[in-house]
Protein backbone atom coordinates (compact mmCIF):
# COMPACT_ATOMS: atom_id res chain seq x y z
CA UNK A 1 0.00 0.00 0.00
CA UNK A 2 1.57 3.14 -1.15
CA UNK A 3 1.81 5.89 1.36
CA UNK A 4 0.72 9.82 0.94
CA UNK A 5 3.48 11.43 -1.52
CA UNK A 6 4.36 14.77 -1.58
CA UNK A 7 7.34 16.37 -4.36
CA UNK A 8 9.45 18.16 -3.96
CA UNK A 9 10.49 17.44 -0.54
CA UNK A 10 12.55 20.90 -0.59
CA UNK A 11 12.09 24.15 -2.31
CA UNK A 12 14.20 26.95 -2.11
CA UNK A 13 12.72 29.96 -3.89
CA UNK A 14 13.53 33.62 -3.60
CA UNK A 15 10.95 36.23 -2.36
CA UNK A 16 8.09 37.18 -4.52
CA UNK A 17 8.55 34.14 -6.57
CA UNK A 18 5.54 31.56 -7.05
CA UNK A 19 5.84 28.04 -6.20
CA UNK A 20 3.19 24.68 -6.35
CA UNK A 21 3.75 21.81 -4.32
CA UNK A 22 2.11 18.13 -5.52
CA UNK A 23 0.32 15.90 -2.95
CA UNK A 24 -0.59 12.80 -4.16
CA UNK A 25 -3.12 10.63 -1.93
CA UNK A 26 -3.59 7.08 -0.62
CA UNK A 27 -5.45 5.66 -3.42
CA UNK A 28 -9.06 5.49 -2.97
CA UNK A 29 -8.78 8.19 -0.06
CA UNK A 30 -11.20 11.10 -0.52
CA UNK A 31 -10.31 13.20 2.04
CA UNK A 32 -7.25 15.58 1.23
CA UNK A 33 -5.99 18.01 4.04
CA UNK A 34 -3.20 20.86 3.60
CA UNK A 35 -1.43 22.05 6.66
CA UNK A 36 1.66 24.30 7.61
CA UNK A 37 3.92 23.35 10.40
CA UNK A 38 6.87 26.28 11.46
CA UNK A 39 9.54 25.43 13.63
CA UNK A 40 9.06 23.99 17.07
CA UNK A 41 5.18 23.94 16.64
CA UNK A 42 2.43 21.35 15.78
CA UNK A 43 0.88 21.27 12.36
CA UNK A 44 -1.74 24.13 11.60
CA UNK A 45 -4.71 23.54 9.59
CA UNK A 46 -4.82 25.32 6.05
CA UNK A 47 -7.39 23.68 4.10
CA UNK A 48 -9.49 20.24 3.16
CA UNK A 49 -10.75 18.60 0.22
CA UNK A 50 -13.31 15.88 0.01
CA UNK A 51 -13.35 14.64 -3.35
CA UNK A 52 -13.13 17.14 -6.02
CA UNK A 53 -14.74 19.70 -3.29
CA UNK A 54 -12.82 22.31 -1.19
CA UNK A 55 -15.02 22.25 1.89
CA UNK A 56 -12.99 24.73 4.25
CA UNK A 57 -10.44 27.37 3.89
CA UNK A 58 -8.37 28.53 6.95
CA UNK A 59 -7.96 32.23 8.08
CA UNK A 60 -4.08 31.46 7.80
CA UNK A 61 -4.53 30.69 3.70
CA UNK A 62 -4.46 34.25 2.55
CA UNK A 63 -5.45 35.70 -1.03
CA UNK A 64 -1.70 34.26 -1.71
CA UNK A 65 -2.58 30.68 -1.63
CA UNK A 66 -4.86 28.53 -3.28
CA UNK A 67 -5.19 25.10 -3.66
CA UNK A 68 -6.78 22.80 -6.15
CA UNK A 69 -7.85 19.28 -6.27
CA UNK A 70 -8.94 18.66 -9.76
CA UNK A 71 -10.78 14.96 -10.79
CA UNK A 72 -10.35 14.74 -6.84
CA UNK A 73 -7.28 12.82 -7.26
CA UNK A 74 -3.64 14.65 -6.23
CA UNK A 75 -3.91 17.87 -5.22
CA UNK A 76 -1.45 20.78 -5.83
CA UNK A 77 -0.76 23.74 -3.34
CA UNK A 78 0.21 27.23 -5.08
CA UNK A 79 1.67 30.27 -3.18
CA UNK A 80 1.97 33.30 -4.84
CA UNK A 81 4.46 36.19 -4.38
CA UNK A 82 6.04 34.10 -1.51
CA UNK A 83 7.03 36.07 1.69
CA UNK A 84 9.62 35.09 4.36
CA UNK A 85 7.05 34.34 6.35
CA UNK A 86 6.45 31.24 4.32
CA UNK A 87 8.90 29.26 4.92
CA UNK A 88 8.11 26.30 6.88
CA UNK A 89 7.14 22.50 6.22
CA UNK A 90 3.97 22.01 4.29
CA UNK A 91 1.81 18.79 4.93
CA UNK A 92 -0.55 16.73 3.19
CA UNK A 93 -2.62 13.74 4.31
CA UNK A 94 -5.71 11.73 3.31
CA UNK A 95 -8.15 9.69 4.93
CA UNK A 96 -11.37 8.31 4.54
CA UNK A 97 -14.78 10.12 5.46
CA UNK A 98 -16.03 8.49 8.46
CA UNK A 99 -13.01 7.16 10.00
CA UNK A 100 -10.90 10.57 10.83
CA UNK A 101 -7.61 9.22 11.13
CA UNK A 102 -5.53 11.11 8.83
CA UNK A 103 -2.41 9.82 7.17
CA UNK A 104 0.75 12.08 6.26
CA UNK A 105 2.89 12.21 3.86
CA UNK A 106 6.80 13.61 4.22
CA UNK A 107 6.39 17.16 3.86
CA UNK A 108 7.37 19.74 1.46
CA UNK A 109 10.08 21.97 3.17
CA UNK A 110 9.99 25.56 1.59
CA UNK A 111 12.66 28.26 2.20
CA UNK A 112 12.15 31.66 1.26
CA UNK A 113 15.33 33.90 0.80
CA UNK B 1 -12.21 27.02 20.31
CA UNK B 2 -10.18 23.60 20.44
CA UNK B 3 -7.12 23.59 21.97
CA UNK B 4 -4.64 21.28 22.95
CA UNK B 5 -1.72 21.66 25.40
CA UNK B 6 1.32 19.59 25.85
CA UNK B 7 3.14 20.92 28.68
CA UNK B 8 6.60 19.22 28.59
CA UNK B 9 8.18 20.63 25.48
CA UNK B 10 11.49 18.44 26.28
CA UNK B 11 11.48 15.14 28.00
CA UNK B 12 15.44 13.18 28.10
CA UNK B 13 15.34 9.60 29.51
CA UNK B 14 17.55 6.79 29.37
CA UNK B 15 16.79 3.50 27.50
CA UNK B 16 14.62 1.20 29.07
CA UNK B 17 13.32 3.79 31.59
CA UNK B 18 9.38 4.25 31.35
CA UNK B 19 8.09 7.64 30.26
CA UNK B 20 4.60 9.26 30.34
CA UNK B 21 3.83 12.35 27.65
CA UNK B 22 1.23 14.37 29.08
CA UNK B 23 -1.92 15.58 26.83
CA UNK B 24 -4.19 18.12 27.59
CA UNK B 25 -7.13 19.54 25.58
CA UNK B 26 -9.99 21.61 25.67
CA UNK B 27 -13.14 21.37 23.35
CA UNK B 28 -17.14 22.25 23.17
CA UNK B 29 -17.47 19.17 20.93
CA UNK B 30 -19.61 15.86 22.58
CA UNK B 31 -18.26 14.25 20.05
CA UNK B 32 -14.74 14.29 18.93
CA UNK B 33 -11.56 12.11 18.12
CA UNK B 34 -7.86 12.05 19.64
CA UNK B 35 -4.92 11.55 18.50
CA UNK B 36 -1.16 10.65 19.00
CA UNK B 37 1.54 11.04 15.98
CA UNK B 38 5.13 10.57 16.31
CA UNK B 39 7.28 12.86 13.85
CA UNK B 40 11.01 11.56 13.60
CA UNK B 41 13.30 13.57 12.77
CA UNK B 42 12.91 12.43 8.64
CA UNK B 43 9.38 14.76 9.44
CA UNK B 44 6.70 12.59 8.39
CA UNK B 45 3.89 12.13 11.07
CA UNK B 46 3.49 8.80 11.75
CA UNK B 47 -0.01 7.75 13.26
CA UNK B 48 0.07 6.02 16.55
CA UNK B 49 -3.62 5.92 17.93
CA UNK B 50 -7.17 7.37 17.12
CA UNK B 51 -9.47 7.24 20.33
CA UNK B 52 -13.27 8.62 20.41
CA UNK B 53 -14.57 10.07 22.55
CA UNK B 54 -17.10 7.89 23.93
CA UNK B 55 -14.61 5.16 24.67
CA UNK B 56 -12.93 6.08 28.01
CA UNK B 57 -10.88 2.63 28.41
CA UNK B 58 -7.23 2.46 28.38
CA UNK B 59 -5.53 0.90 25.51
CA UNK B 60 -2.17 -0.77 25.17
CA UNK B 61 -0.28 -1.63 22.05
CA UNK B 62 3.03 -3.72 23.00
CA UNK B 63 5.23 -0.93 24.66
CA UNK B 64 2.55 2.02 23.79
CA UNK B 65 0.09 2.77 26.27
CA UNK B 66 -2.79 5.15 26.37
CA UNK B 67 -4.89 6.48 29.43
CA UNK B 68 -7.84 8.46 28.32
CA UNK B 69 -9.36 10.20 31.00
CA UNK B 70 -12.82 12.34 29.91
CA UNK B 71 -12.85 13.96 33.81
CA UNK B 72 -9.85 15.80 33.57
CA UNK B 73 -9.85 16.31 29.31
CA UNK B 74 -6.25 14.28 29.10
CA UNK B 75 -5.08 12.20 26.80
CA UNK B 76 -2.11 11.12 28.25
CA UNK B 77 0.86 7.96 26.38
CA UNK B 78 3.62 6.09 28.09
CA UNK B 79 6.11 4.50 26.29
CA UNK B 80 7.17 1.47 28.94
CA UNK B 81 11.07 0.40 28.96
CA UNK B 82 12.14 3.05 26.17
CA UNK B 83 14.32 2.23 23.36
CA UNK B 84 16.25 4.81 21.49
CA UNK B 85 14.38 4.49 18.56
CA UNK B 86 11.61 5.87 20.41
CA UNK B 87 13.51 9.08 20.48
CA UNK B 88 11.43 11.86 18.11
CA UNK B 89 8.96 15.00 18.50
CA UNK B 90 5.35 13.25 19.92
CA UNK B 91 1.80 15.43 18.97
CA UNK B 92 -1.35 14.93 20.49
CA UNK B 93 -4.32 16.05 18.33
CA UNK B 94 -8.14 17.01 18.49
CA UNK B 95 -10.84 16.67 15.61
CA UNK B 96 -13.29 18.89 15.48
CA UNK B 97 -16.79 18.30 13.95
CA UNK B 98 -17.72 20.54 11.01
CA UNK B 99 -21.91 21.44 11.81
CA UNK B 100 -23.49 18.31 10.72
CA UNK B 101 -20.74 16.17 12.81
CA UNK B 102 -18.51 15.48 10.44
CA UNK B 103 -14.86 15.47 11.88
CA UNK B 104 -12.70 16.91 9.20
CA UNK B 105 -9.59 19.25 11.38
CA UNK B 106 -7.26 18.36 13.55
CA UNK B 107 -5.59 20.99 16.38
CA UNK B 108 -2.53 19.95 17.51
CA UNK B 109 -0.29 20.74 20.59
CA UNK B 110 3.37 22.03 20.22
CA UNK B 111 4.59 19.08 20.94
CA UNK B 112 6.94 17.00 23.49
CA UNK B 113 10.56 16.03 21.97
CA UNK B 114 11.34 12.93 23.28
CA UNK B 115 15.38 11.88 23.38
CA UNK B 116 15.99 8.44 24.75
CA UNK B 117 19.67 7.89 25.19
CA UNK B 118 21.98 4.50 25.46
Known amino acids: DTGVSQNPRHKITKRGQNVTFRCDPISEHNRLYWYRQTLGQGPEFLTY????????KSRLLSDRFSAERPKGSFSTLEIQRTEQGDSAMYLC???????????FGPGTRLTVL | AQKVTQAQTEISVVEKEDVTLDCVYE???????LFWYKQPPSGELVFLIRRNSFDEQNEISGRYSWNFQKSTSSFNFTITASQVVDSAVYFCALSEARSGGSNYKLTFGKGTLLTVNP
Open chain 2, 27 to 33: TRDTTYY
Open chain 1, 49 to 56: FQNEAQLE
Open chain 1, 93 to 103: ASGITGTDTQY
